[in-house]
Structure formats: structure tokens, C-alpha cells
């Protein structure tokens, strides 16, 4: 069985991606919405299908990708059945099994952290795998001061569902905070601070009661979010009104501008026309341009785009993402619902090595094009 650990560093959270060698099914766990063209490459790099988005549980500290990722690629998207949200295409309970190829993954339930927390387990031969979401980290533990948390139940779960495979078996959480990939049932038994030797359910619902954590900084956004499969319902998230289809991984950011990162720009030439905002000698210039890119500068938009399509959706880039994010503000109170900003704008895009042209190979370099 292939197993690639993934790593989203700004919620520290841990993808997998699973699959079966021979038949080429795949599962991917806990993916994050920032992270979506990186995860659609490394499946399109490596000649896989994806057939299961699957989350440990409902997530506070970041917004799943597993709507996006349903909508891109055709998989089916699996949550417990005690999570609260009805979204999902599978919803799971103890004991259900989701399979790939000649694999498949085992739900065991591990309330605590959450009330629709599960940790799914994997077997290939004699190795045994345990993906535990926020149930059990690496010499730690979920907190379980919100989403119906309880520290006793999170006790159990973890001694009866997890502590109870063979010893051998690697343990693969959802978050490190410290740098660590992966850890083993024996090593948590033995060395885990909190649920670990000879601690008690008692002794660890005092540890719980007495961590005084801050909620997570992304709460506000993700738990909406992740209620919709991380779409959520009656919010502009994406640019366009909820329950429509979304043309594009997009966040809006504290300042309120729609962004899409360069990376889906790049791997999506199509789907979006693009708009760059600079003046013409930038263009031209040593950042140059993205191919297929139209100049019309910032103070020219708002008068060019009264012809523009509104229905076709719209990339804004500029140097940096200042005037493009300017750009998709006014264009935003004009109306139009599928746009976003670059983010980073051309530096970014250079930063990432991705391709660029100029004035001599791009015959749309000179001037505002027709509409």
C-alpha cells in the first residue's frame, strides 16, 4: 500500500494520501482547502484515481477541501454519521469499511475531541496503519473544550479503539506542532504524557480541565465551512452565491478580497479569464506576464468592465496582489460574483518558477483587448 504524508504548515495539519499500487484507487484524509492543487497534482503526477475524501471529523482550525476536491475529481466524501452535518456523500459509523482497491479503511469511532471524531485504520500484510485525526497526536492529545467534547470519553476512545491494535501499528495524527510525522501504538501506551501508562481517566480530565487553550484562530471560518463539506451555507467564501457550483479554490481574506493562489492559476490556463492590472512597461517587464493574459491597468478597469461577460469568471493580477485585490473589490461592488485575486501576483509567480512570457511572444501584450 502507498502512503504519502502531506503537511499544510500554516494549521500544521497532516493529508494523507492512500493507494492501492495495482488498481490505482486512492483515499485521501484530512485534506485542507489551501492545499487542493497540491494534492490534485501529486494524484494526477502519479496516475491515481480518487475514489474517497474522508475526514477524521469536523475541523476547527482549517477548512476541508473534500468539496472541492468531490467536485474536481468525482470521489465520494465521507464523514461520521455523528458529525451533525449532512453533506457528505457516505456518512460512516464503527465498524463500516471504505475500499480501494485490494484495501480498504476501517472506521472506528473516537469521540471525545469532537463528538463525530473517527480513526481510520488501514492493514497491508502485517503492518497496520492508524490515521487518529485529533483523537490521539504524538505525545498528546485533542483538547475537548468545544464541539462536544469530553475528556473522559476521549479516554476511552483512545484505550478501546486505538490502544487496542497491535502494537506495531503506526500512528498517523492529523496534527505535530513539534515537527514529529509519526509515532506507534506502543510508544503512545508508553510514553504519551496524557493518556499514556498508567495515567487514569480522572488524571487526564484534570490535565484537560486545567490546558486553558485560546479557540482555534481560523473557528470562526472553518466550523461553518466544514458544516458544507467546507462550503458554507449562505456565505461568500468563494465569490459566488451559496449552493452554486465553485469554479475555483478561492478565500476571502480579513481585508475582504477574493484570492486564488498562483499554483491553481497555472494548473487551470482555461478556466478563468485573466486580467492584469499593472501599467504596460510592467508587463513587459522583467516579472513579464502570464500567457494568455490581458493588460488593462487598474485605473482602466472599472470602465473597461462594464462590457466585460459576468458570467465568465475573472483572474486579476498585478506585482504583488495591492492593485489586483483593489481591482477585484471594485469589481465585486459592480456585481460580479466569479472573481478572484492572485495572490503574491507576479512575484509569487516568479518565486514558484512558473512560466512566464513577453511583448515578443504574446501578441496581447500591447494594449487593452476587445471585449
Known sequence: MFVR????????????????????EAVLIDPVLEQVERDLAQIHDLGLKLVWVVDTHVHADHVTASGTLRDKTGAKTVLSERAGTGCPDVLVKQGDQLPFGKYALEVRETPGHTSGCVTYVAR??????????????????????????????LY??????????????????????????????????RLNPRLGGSRTADEFAEIMTNLKLAH????????????????????????????????????????????????WVATNPAVARLIDVREPAEFVGPLGHIRGGELVPLGNVERDAASWDRARPLVLVCRSGGRSGKAAL???????????????????????GLPTVDASSDAAASASPPV
Open 5 to 24: 504524508q502531506l503537511f499544510d504548515a500554516d494549521s500544521s495539519t497532516y493529508t494523507y494520501l492512500l493507494a492501492d499500487e495495482e488498481s490505482r
Open 124 to 153: 497491508a500484510g502485517e503492518q497496520t496503519y492508524a490515521f487518529t485525526g485529533d483523537a490521539l497526536l504524538i505525545r498528546g492529545s485533542g483538547r475537548t473544550d468545544f464541539q462536544q467534547g469530553d475528556a473522559r470519553t
Open 156 to 189: 476511552r476512545s483512545v484505550h478501546t479503539q486505538i490502544f487496542s491494535l497491535p502494537e506495531n501499528t503506526i500512528v498517523y495524527p492529523a496534527h505535530d506542532y513539534k515537527g514529529r510525522s509519526a509515532s506507534s501504538v506502543t510508544e503512545e501506551k
Open 330 to 352: 471594485a469589481l465585486e461592488s459592480m456585481g460580479f460574483q466569479k472573481l478572484a485575486s492572485m495572490s503574491g501576483g507576479m512575484t509569487r509567480w516568479a518565486e514558484l
Open 216 to 263: 482555534p484562530k481560523q473557528i470562526d471560518r472553518a466550523l461553518p465551512a466544514n458544516l458544507q463539506c467546507g462550503v458554507p451555507s449562505g456565505l461568500r467564501v468563494d465569490g459566488e452565491i451559496a449552493g452554486q457550483r465553485r469554479w475555483a479554490p478561492i478565500e476571502r481574506t480579513a481585508s475582504g478580497i477574493l484570492e486564488v493562489s498562483p499554483e
